[in-house]
Every structure is written in structure tokens, then in C-alpha cells.
């Protein structure tokens, strides 16, 4: 006991450095560890909201994209087999035709071309007519106010019999161009070839 009290300083000495070394080190230690993970936490919070963000821009940039695409694509005809295109349109051009008192003198289908860079087809289609000066304008305007893509190419009107009273006939013929969807590249390719 003699011994215990003149090393009764160093003990206490001993004694400290045993509780700071098996308490309080683990708790400060225990204490890094929760700050650390926080501060991870929190950043992945920080990601995960930025994240958030971007979605909800990259969702209305797609919307906006989508609008875009499909306000595109309606300006094209759906995709048919040639024939059956050309048949479709050229019915379309004779009922236009008739409605406007306009008389066909030869109808006939010109080179068809790819525009691969519109993933589209064109076709030409080549009209012979004539009719008086008014019925053939709004011939032509029907055409060209067609909400899919028909454009007039190529024309020559040659008018005669004008008079005071009368704007005369119109004799001619248009190029028009219609537009429609490609199917090898629309993927509709596989479905036609099934028909």
C-alpha cells in the first residue's frame, strides 16, 4: 500500500491516460466518423437534387423535341408502297381536277428520289391541263394549301383568249412534288415487305 501511495501520482497519471484512451478517443473517433459520413451524405443530397434538375429540364427539352418531331413529321405522307402511293395521289389530283373545272391533258409520274437527309421520298408528278385563268389558280392553291408537303416545282401557264369582261384560258403544266416517309428508315420497311 506504502508502494500504491508513492506511486499514487504516476497511477493517476495512468489511470487518465487508460479512460482517455478507451473513452474518449472512441468517442471523438465515433464523432469524425458521423461528421464524415454527413458530409458525404449531404453531397450526395447536392447530386441527387442537381440531378432532379437536369431531369426536369432534359423532360421539357424531350417534350419540346417531340413537338418539334411530330409537327415534322405531319408535313409528310405516311409511308406506302410506291404504286399505291402514286395511285392515292394521283386520285387526289384529279378530284382536285374536276372540283376546280380544271381538264387534264396528260398525267404522268416523273424520277422518284430519296432525300436521306430528311428520311424522306420524293415524288414528281407531271400535269397537263387547262381551264379558265380563275378555276386554274384555285386549282393551284389547293394544291399548294394542302396541310402535307405538296409543293409545285415546276410550271409553264400560257394564257389566251383575255378579253375586257374575261381573263381567258390558261393552257400549261406543273411539276409537284410530293413528299412521304422513307420506310427504310422509319422501320416500317419490314412491315410493307410482310403485305
Known amino acids: 500500500m506504502v508502494e500504491l501511495k508513492k506511486h499514487a501520482f504516476l497511477l493517476i497519471i495512468l489511470t487518465i491516460l487508460i479512460v482517455v484512451k478507451f473513452v474518449f478517443v472512441p468517442v471523438f473517433q465515433w464523432q469524425d466518423d458521423k461528421i464524415l ?5 449531404n453531397k450526395k443530397h447536392e447530386k441527387i437534387e442537381n440531378i432532379l434538375l437536369n431531369q426536369e429540364e432534359g423532360n421539357e427539352s424531350y417534350h419540346a423535341l417531340k413537338d418539334n418531331v411530330a409537327q415534322g413529321e405531319s408535313v409528310f405522307f405516311a409511308f406506302q408502297k410506291e404504286s399505291d402511293f402514286k395511285l392515292s395521289q394521283q386520285k387526289l389530283v384529279e378530284t382536285l381536277l374536276q372540283k376546280h373545272n380544271v381538264r387534264a391533258l396528260n398525267i404522268g409520274w416523273q424520277v422518284t428520289s430519296a432525300l436521306p437527309e430528311y428520311n424522306a421520298i420524293n415524288y414528281q408528278l407531271r400535269v397537263q391541263f387547262n381551264g379558265e385563268h380563275l378555276d386554274v389558280f384555285n386549282f393551284i392553291f389547293s394544291l ?21 369582261d374575261k381573263l381567258g384560258n390558261i393552257n400549261g403544266w406543273l411539276i409537284i412534288n410530293f413528299y412521304s416517309e422513307d420506310a427504310s428508315t422509319s422501320g416500317i420497311e419490314q412491315k410493307a415487305g410482310e403485305s
Not at 459520413?37 to 451524405?41: A, D, E, G, P, S
Not at 416545282?153 to 383568249?161: C, M, P, T, Y
Open 37 to 41: 459520413n454527413i458530409k458525404m451524405l
Open 144 to 164: 399548294e394549301s394542302n396541310p402535307k408537303r405538296i409543293s409545285i416545282h415546276d410550271f409553264n401557264l400560257n394564257i389566251n383568249g383575255q378579253i375586257d
